[in-house]
């Protein structure tokens, strides 16, 4: 089975401190994901890799960077956390190619950031 | 970008009766994928069922179903039996089956299922 985790299931942090989110999978996908999960709101994207070093813009960016250095690894940054960041962070791993990919992402269980 | 609107923002069911999630969607897009998933109360988020859009049949898997209307831009999951492991909430989601926008998906804002003994 497709195993995606994430670092911590639960964050407390202070405003304008720095923020790592990490995110790891264990079946080899090239394409990784960072969504943003707010009552009401369903799921906004962040950001997106499709390879290493590779990254894109999603919906919601703003306050928000990303690094991937190994394939299997994908981190998002906050550089200065601030309240209306807080939110349930999930990331998402799915493979490449149009046949294979259609079996759609795996997520991890969550980060729940509460920033004060 | 393609929107996806799910009007219900809390259903209730009863225990082994039947259950529709609505789902709508705004493409210009002729091949997508569409998805429902599930992400229970404190766990992951899994995959329930998916379909193509360019296939006409509609997806079945096990008690879940979908009715994909494609003209309609339509993709609404019955559950059938509701069991008390049903309660979550279900997000529908979109993904362009081409390769431009990274496989991400656009989501619903989800709709909370109440399972009712």
């Known amino acids: 089975d497709v195993k995606v985790t994430q670092s911590s299931r639960y964050l407390v942090k202070r405003t304008g401190e720095k923020v790592f989110l990490e995110c790891v999978q264990d079946?080899?996908?090239?394409?990784m994901f960072w969504y943003r999960q707010d009552p009401g709101l369903g799921l906004r994207l962040i950001y997106f890799?499709?390879?290493?070093?590779?990254?894109e813009k999603g919906d919601i960016p703003e306050g928000y960077s990303v690094s991937r250095e190994k394939k299997e690894r994908f981190s998002l940054i906050l550089e200065s956390a601030s309240t209306n960041q807080t939110s349930m962070y999930l990331c998402?791993?799915?493979?490449?190619?149009?046949?294979?990919?259609?079996?759609?992402?795996?997520f991890g269980p969550g980060t729940r950031l509460t920033v004060t | 970008a393609q929107t996806v609107t799910q009007s219900q923002p809390e259903m209730s069911v009863q225990e082994a009766e039947t259950v529709t999630l609505s789902c709508t969607y705004d493409?210009?897009?002729?091949?997508?994928?569409l998805f429902w998933y599930k992400q229970p109360p404190s766990r992951q988020m899994i995959l329930v069922i998916r379909?193509?859009?360019?296939?006409?049949q509609n997806a079945t898997e096990n008690r879940f179903s979908v009715n994909f209307q494609k003209a309609a831009k339509s993709f609404s999951l019955k559950i059938s039996d509701s069991q008390l492991g049903d309660a979550a909430m279900y997000f529908c989601?979109?993904?362009?089956?081409?390769?431009?926008?990274?496989?991400?998906?656009?989501f619903g804002k989800g709709t909370s299922l109440l399972v009712t003994p």
């Open positions: 079946m080899d996908h090239e394409n």
């Open positions: 890799s499709y390879d290493v070093k590779m990254k």
């Open positions: 998402a791993s799915t493979v490449s190619g149009t046949g294979r990919s259609r079996v759609g992402q795996y």
């Open positions: 379909q193509e859009a360019y296939k006409q």
């Open positions: 989601a979109y993904r362009s089956a081409g390769g431009n926008s990274g496989y991400a998906l656009n």
């Open positions: 493409t210009s897009e002729s091949d997508y994928y």
